[in-house]
T-cell receptor, first 116, second 115 residues
Framework: EAGVVQSPRYKIIEKKQPVAFWCNPI?????LYWYLQNLGQGPELLIR????????DSQLPKDRFSAERLKGVDSTLKIQPAELGDSAVYLC??????????????FGEGSRLTVL | AQTVTQSQPEMSVQEAETVTLSCTYD???????LFWYKQPPSRQMILVIR??????QNATENRFSVNFQKAAKSFSLKISDSQLGDTAMYFC????????????FGKGTHLIIQP
């Protein structure tokens, strides 16, 4: 069974440019998470989806960040315009759903963004 | 809100030794789960071990075990017979019961196993 797939693995852009990250969760997983991981830090939740609904986006900087999960499967996280401080790893994770009470999340390998 | 604190930014031990990573947390919840995740240099997070707060028995997974002290809000990870492949970042994480909020992570401990 395929795991969580993210692309691109690496992205280098100039500041003020747009960037987008894509995530395909494990098949059948209703819950999808985007996490931000700064260097030397633990991941921090940006947004959580239950199917196509964003049920927790309180930590998403909405002035420049946006996300969508239109059909409740794969998801895209966008930054426009990017700032130097956005350099980080963007992790996607999925789980079967709210009823999944073991708590395990399945993570992708992440997308490392460098803003110059 | 929950907080997770890992006070050891980096630890280094020799292969085959036993090492203990520390974690404390703060919550007012009574139903929750605690986790240790491993993040090797490839960056994919992998679950190492999980503990349900309502269980008094400490979880064990092969060479990995935890010391869960609920009253002290402490959740340490012990790795026995450490191996070179154990070299990674280790994150302690908290989840409220029901799993709806996702995970709250600590800052991590970089564990280095020396040959």
């Amino acid at each position: 069974e395929a795991g969580v797939v993210q692309s691109p693995r690496y992205k280098i852009i100039e500041k003020k440019q747009p960037v987008a990250f894509w995530c395909n969760p494990i098949s059948g997983h209703n819950t999808l998470y985007w996490y931000l991981q700064n260097l030397g830090q633990g991941p921090e939740l940006l947004i959580r989806y239950e199917n196509e609904e964003a049920v927790d986006d309180s930590q998403l900087p909405k002035d420049r960040f946006s996300a969508e999960r239109l059909k409740g499967v794969d998801s895209t996280l966008k930054i426009q315009p990017a700032e130097l401080g956005d350099s980080a790893v963007y992790l996607c994770a999925s789980s079967p759903g709210v009823a999944w009470n073991t708590g395990e999340l399945f993570f992708g390998e992440g997308s490392r963004l460098t803003v110059l | 809100a929950q907080t997770v604190t890992q006070s050891q930014p980096e630890m280094s031990v020799q292969e085959a030794e036993t090492v203990t990573l520390s974690c404390t947390y703060d919550t007012s919840e009574s139903n929750y789960y605690l986790f240790w995740y491993k993040q090797p240099p490839s960056r994919q997070m992998i679950l190492v071990i999980r503990q349900e707060a309502y269980k008094q028995q400490n979880a064990t997974e092969n060479r990995f075990s935890v010391n869960f002290q609920k009253a002290a809000k402490s959740f340490s990870l012990k790795i026995s017979d450490s191996q070179l492949g154990d070299t990674a970042m280790y994150f302690c994480a908290f989840m409220r019961g029901g799993g709806a909020d996702g995970l709250t992570f600590g800052k991590g401990t970089h564990l280095i196993i020396q040959p």
